[in-house]
């Protein structure tokens, strides 16, 4: 007969030789189709013969050149999302909006740190734009389709995702300006500042 085995997918019973034994498909196959299949191998006097239909994807119905369908997707994770990112930038625009009125707080490094917030923040509303224009409309294409409203909000996302990373660059920079440089007018460097980081 054949031994238990383990084949890094499926426990295998012992079984008998000529016996044929049917298995369900992994449990984590679920998450990616909605086809629920069986796999099977026969017992010979060699062992274990492969599993059939072969490989695992194919005998439960996974295809790897296909996206799932709404109903595999899970819309509560969508929520979910929406709603950290929705926590995450209120956060940042809370720490922006009580730092202001500190007049011990206005410096040019907080000043520079409140910029690269406002570029986070921009950051998000530019991404919740663009999954409104792309995905609530139904514009399956992505862009390929001329629509301007589409073409004007990846511009947008775009320069929203590129002054992001200026800011972050700005910060080094400041950083490597105060290490390097002993003496300097933060003050004359902060307008070179506001125009890298904004562009």
């Known amino acids: 007969g054949c031994r238990r085995q383990w084949d890094n997918i499926t426990c295998w019973p012992e079984a008998d030789v000529g016996e044929v034994v049917v298995r369900p498909c992994p449990k984590y196959f679920r998450f990616l189709t909605t086809?629920?299949?069986?796999?099977?191998?026969?017992?010979?006097?060699?062992?274990?013969?492969?599993?059939?239909?072969?490989?695992?994807?194919?005998?439960?119905?996974?295809?790897?050149?296909?996206?799932?369908?709404?109903?595999?997707?899970?819309?509560?994770?969508?929520?979910?999302?929406?709603?950290?990112?929705?926590?995450?930038?209120?956060?940042?625009?809370?720490?922006?909006?009580?730092?202001?009125?500190?007049?011990?707080?206005?410096?040019?490094?907080?000043?520079?740190?409140?910029h690269l917030f406002m570029?986070?923040?921009?950051?998000?509303?530019?991404?919740?734009?663009?999954d409104v224009i792309l995905f609530e409309s139904g514009e399956s294409e992505h862009c390929f389709v001329s629509s301007v409203g589409c073409k004007a909000m990846m511009v947008f996302f775009q320069y929203c995702v590129m002054a992001n990373f200026f800011w972050l660059l700005v910060e080094g920079l400041y950083?490597?300006?105060?290490?390097?440089?002993?003496?300097?007018?933060?003050?004359?460097?902060?307008?070179?500042?506001?125009?890298?980081?904004w562009g």
Not at 84 to 90: K, W
Not at 119 to 130: E, G, N, Q, T
């Open 119 to 130: 570029s986070f923040i921009m950051r998000a509303i530019a991404v919740f734009i663009k």
């Open 35 to 114: 086809f629920l299949g069986n796999v099977t191998r026969n017992c010979t006097s060699q062992g274990w013969t492969d599993v059939y239909p072969a490989p695992y994807a194919i005998a439960c119905g996974y295809d790897s050149n296909s996206t799932p369908g709404e109903e595999v997707c899970k819309p509560g994770w969508v929520d979910i999302k929406i709603y950290q990112r929705l926590i995450s930038e209120s956060l940042l625009f809370g720490n922006v909006v009580s730092s202001l009125p500190n007049r011990k707080l206005h410096c040019t490094r907080n000043y520079i740190h409140m």
């Open 175 to 197: 950083l490597h300006t105060l290490l390097v440089i002993s003496f300097f007018s933060e003050r004359k460097y902060f307008w070179w500042y506001i125009l890298i980081g």
